[in-house]
């Protein structure tokens, strides 16, 4: 099946910084889309690309849809420790089935 | 808003056990997935359905089983528990690629 490669799996930095994490797929994807999972809870939807070269923001965070539809990035601007957590990429196989990434975990120093 | 509801939140079985994991939901979504979550692994799918009556296996189905009598319920079973199944358990339903996740269920199989 398709797999969706993550990296960096993990990643500590200090408040303010600014993040980027990326996610590559050997498919092609027509959707990608970006969840966060928050310590002890279940992922929440962040941002949805539906084209490829789009570039979408939800506050601090853009994400952009790869140009050669095999890949996604996620950017998160001058982070804040309620930034921590677990980013999932994710991408349709077949019908509305997910397939997620392995995940990003990401860790703010105060 | 409710949305997906998972209990239990927390169980500890003995390996051989049996239990049933119950999810609702109240959006009226017609797919509903339960997922398990591993250390380094991501999200893995198990079963899904599609409707209500409906079932299909996921990606890592073998030692689980699943029943969708109610729209609004889908029920995980593990017939005879063990130690590898210890994880925690996502329920989720969706409208699209959407999903929404409940808070999860942390098993331990000892």
């Known amino acids: 099946g398709q797999q969706l490669n993550q990296s960096p799996q993990s990643m500590f930095i200090q408040e303010g910084e600014d993040v980027s994490m990326n996610c590559t797929s050997s498919?092609?994807?027509?959707?990608w889309l970006w969840y966060k999972q928050d310590p002890g809870e279940g992922p929440v939807l962040l941002i949805a690309l539906y084209k490829a070269g789009e570039l979408t923001s939800n506050g601090r965070l853009t994400a952009q849809f790869g140009i050669t539809r095999k890949d996604s990035f996620l950017n998160i601007s001058a982070s804040i420790p309620s930034d921590v957590g677990i980013y999932f990429c994710a991408g349709p196989n077949a019908g509305n089935m997910l397939t997620f990434g392995g995940g990003t975990r990401l860790m703010v120093k105060p | 808003n409710a949305g997906v509801t998972q209990t239990p939140k927390f169980r500890v079985l003995k390996t051989g056990q049996s239990m049933t994991l119950l999810c609702a939901q109240d959006?009226?979504?017609?797919?509903m997935y339960w997922y398990r979550q591993d250390p380094g692994m991501g999200l893995r799918l198990i079963h899904y359905?599609?409707?209500?009556?409906?079932?299909a296996k996921g990606e890592v189905p073998d030692g689980y089983n699943v029943s969708r009598l109610k729209k609004q319920n889908f029920l995980l079973g593990l017939e005879s528990a063990a130690p590898s199944q210890t994880s925690v358990y996502f329920c989720a339903s969706s409208e699209g690629y959407g999903y929404t996740f409940g808070s999860g269920t942390r098993l331990t199989v000892v």
């Open positions: 959006m009226n979504h017609e797919y």
């Open positions: 498919s092609i994807f027509n959707t």
């Open positions: 359905s599609v409707g209500e009556g409906t079932t």
